[in-house]
């Protein structure tokens, strides 16, 4: 027994604290390495970002300010593109959430004929691999004359984003008491009603986890904004950053700069809400 | 509305509002939104494609195209020893993290990193760490070494070997954490009660932990592997296929094909890979539908 006040000092425990910093150190590295090699070069002037030195001789905040003033040829459309970004991701998460919610509403709550099918079929296209997908999306897209309109890569979003969301949604509204909607019926309230007094509420927690699950998604995503997308006005941040491979001398310093820009959004959003997406996603990724 | 039977014998069926009851009706309205998205933007594509693809004359070219049979050699080397080597480590730092310290509760929020961050500027990042010339890791080699580092995206082998990688780097953070949920749900008293017999880490590993997290760790390995079949990023943004489209795999495949403009092989690449994907689809949709 552990007398408060008294730290107990072994040579066992500093070997074992030793063998977890044998990982720990490596795992720290491993993780960090391409982040910070990327925040190297936002803060390092052309020559000193070139000369592999771990921290320039001269740190700097000029490549931002040559981003946000689009002062390269490169960044002429930073803005526009950054708020393509953000409109389209935003859009994703809205309508995924208004999707998947009503479809896991339905299935779960409602008892819909068919739901169990829906439900499957909604899992098989989680399973299709997204660049195989991709391939007959494109086209389809072209067919509905939607290319290089934003509302392809929207609404392809969606049905990429949408049946996880609907599984993990319709896996939390299970968990919900029977009883709840019998009470609400019997005090008069309308399917509707029941809908929005009393199921939305009650899964706010799992909302917020699946919409910030497809806003990520969507903000993050390049293959399918790359095939979708191409007019400069009309690109998102990574295309955009994808166009910047396509010089021979490109700009690497800004280039890092502008995904440094670009990473720290979803960064912020994944720590803001990490408590529901810890719980909620891992939960409904894989039924253990 | 009637359904005829025979002749004069008409039968009127009930109406289909008194059949259904509101709560019903409304089931049908809320589900409606996702079933349009699931025809136009899943069923509609697929049906297509697979309607490009009907073509055998685009399977012998495929057949006679040496970066397909390339591709599809880096695809089951990515699968099998890629998958493989993330997912034995992923179980390491599962137990790793699992262990309460503070310091390893800290470098477990920033572990979660690559996942939570886009693709394209990490990976790009690692591209021009690479870079022979500029790269960090080159000048690294020749400041301890004296010596040149080898050119790292322009041998396919070494190319294909970084992309990997770039993927275990990316997506082993949401594994481990998956890994650590099921280890979590182990009950402690098992190991206390395995401590008090004088059990070894092994012991306690090979009778404890592995029995229990055996089921979900396949889960995950074949729900990765599908995963990886989609992952384009890793390879198209470190070595967009090459050198000489020697490390291409069936994702950057099919776009190859699609940029140029040959959609037919673009699906028959796809259609390939069918073989091997819908097995473990029909695997996974039985696992979690049970």
Redesign the interface.
């Known amino acids: 027994m552990k007398l408060p006040g008294v730290s107990e000092f072994s040579w066992r425990d500093v070997a074992t604290e030793a063998r977890?910093l044998l990982?720990?150190i490596p795992?720290?590295l491993?993780?960090?390495?391409?982040?910070y090699?990327?925040f190297l070069?936002a803060i390092s002037p052309k020559e000193d970002a070139?000369?592999?030195k771990l921290w320039p001789d001269h740190p700097t905040l000029h490549n931002f300010e040559i981003v946000f003033k689009q002062q390269h040829y490169f960044l002429r459309d930073f803005y526009v593109q950054f708020w393509n970004s953000v409109v389209i991701a935003a859009a994703v998460g809205a309508l995924t959430l208004?999707?998947?919610t009503?479809?896991a509403?339905?299935?779960s709550r409602?008892?819909?004929?068919g739901?169990r099918v829906?439900?499957?079929?909604?899992?098989?296209?989680y399973?299709?691999?997204?660049?195989?997908?991709?391939?007959?999306?494109?086209?389809?897209m072209g067919?509905?004359g939607l290319l290089n309109n934003h509302w392809s890569l929207i609404?392809?979003m969606?049905?990429i984003a949408?049946p996880y969301a609907?599984?993990v949604l319709k896996q939390a509204s299970d968990k919900l008491p029977v009883e709840l909607d019998e009470a609400a019926v019997m005090d008069g309230a309308?399917?509707?009603q029941i809908?929005r007094l009393v199921y939305l509420p009650l899964m706010m927690p799992s909302l917020v986890a699946i919409g910030t699950y497809a806003v990520?998604l969507a903000?993050?995503e390049?293959?399918y904004a790359f095939?979708l997308l191409s007019n400069d006005q009309d690109i998102t941040l990574?295309v955009a950053?994808?166009n910047f491979?396509s010089a021979d001398d490109s700009p690497?310093e800004l280039?890092?700069t502008?995904?440094?820009i670009?990473?720290l959004p979803?960064?912020a959003v994944?720590?803001a809400f990490?408590r529901y997406m810890?719980g909620g996603l891992?939960?409904g990724?894989?039924?253990? | 509305m009637a359904i005829t039977l025979s002749g004069d014998q008409a039968v009127p069926a009930p109406p289909l509002s008194s059949r259904l009851t509101?709560?019903?009706v409304?089931?049908?309205v809320?589900?409606a939104?996702?079933?349009l998205?699931?025809l136009?933007?899943?069923v509609?594509?697929?049906s297509?494609?697979l309607w490009?693809a009907r073509h055998p004359a685009s399977y012998v070219e495929l057949y006679n195209d040496p970066v397909f049979a390339r591709a599809a050699i880096n695809t089951l080397i990515f699968l099998v020893i890629g998958i493989n080597i993330k997912m034995l480590i992923a179980l390491?730092?599962s137990g790793?993290f699992a262990?309460q310290?503070t310091?390893?509760k800290w470098?477990s929020?920033?572990?979660?990193?690559?996942w939570?961050?886009?693709?394209?500027?990490?990976?790009?990042?690692?591209r021009?760490?690479l870079n022979p010339e500029?790269?960090?890791v080159n000048?690294?080699i020749f400041?301890f070494t004296g010596d040149d580092g080898p050119n790292w995206l322009n041998d396919p082998t070494i190319a294909l070997t970084m992309a990997i990688a770039v993927h275990i780097?990316k997506s082993l953070?949401f594994w481990t954490?998956?890994l650590i949920?099921?280890r979590l749900?182990i009950p402690h008293d098992l190991f206390e009660a395995a401590e008090v017999d004088g059990a070894s880490w092994w012991q306690k590993f090979r009778f404890i932990t592995w029995p229990s997290m055996q089921?979900?760790y396949v889960?995950?390995t074949l729900?990765s592997m599908?995963?990886t079949?989609?992952?384009?990023?890793s390879v198209?943004?470190l070595t967009g296929g090459g050198p000489a489209d020697l490390t291409h795999v069936?994702?950057?495949l099919?776009?190859r094909y699609?940029r140029l403009d040959q959609?037919s092989l673009?699906?028959a690449s796809?259609v390939c890979?069918m073989p091997f994907?819908l097995p473990?689809?029909y695997f996974?949709?039985k696992?979690?539908?049970?």
Do not use: E
Not at chain 1, 118 to 125: H, M
């Open positions: 977890l990982i720990g795992v720290f491993w993780t960090m390495i391409p982040i090699h990327m070069f070139f000369s592999g208004v999707v998947a009503a479809a509403f339905s299935i409602l008892k819909v004929p739901g829906v439900l499957n079929l909604a899992l098989f296209t399973f299709i691999p997204a660049a195989f997908l991709a391939v007959p999306m494109y086209r389809t067919n509905y609404l392809a969606v049905t949408s609907i599984w309308t399917t509707l809908f990520l903000w993050n390049y293959l095939l990574p950053l994808g491979l690497w280039l890092m502008t995904g440094f670009y990473a979803p960064a994944y720590y990490r810890v891992t939960a990724a894989v039924k253990s | 509101p709560a019903q409304w089931g049908i809320l589900l939104p996702y079933l998205v699931f136009a933007f899943v509609y594509p697929v297509y494609g490009l390491v730092l790793f262990q310290r310091w390893i470098l929020v920033i572990f979660i990193l690559p939570a961050v886009p693709s394209i500027p990490t990976i790009l990042s690692v021009f760490m500029w790269g960090m000048h690294f400041t780097w953070p954490l998956i949920t099921g749900a089921t979900l889960t995950c729900l599908i995963w079949l989609g992952d384009f990023n198209y943004l069936l994702s950057t099919g776009i699609l959609l673009a699906m796809i890979a994907v473990l689809v996974m949709m696992r979690l539908s049970r």
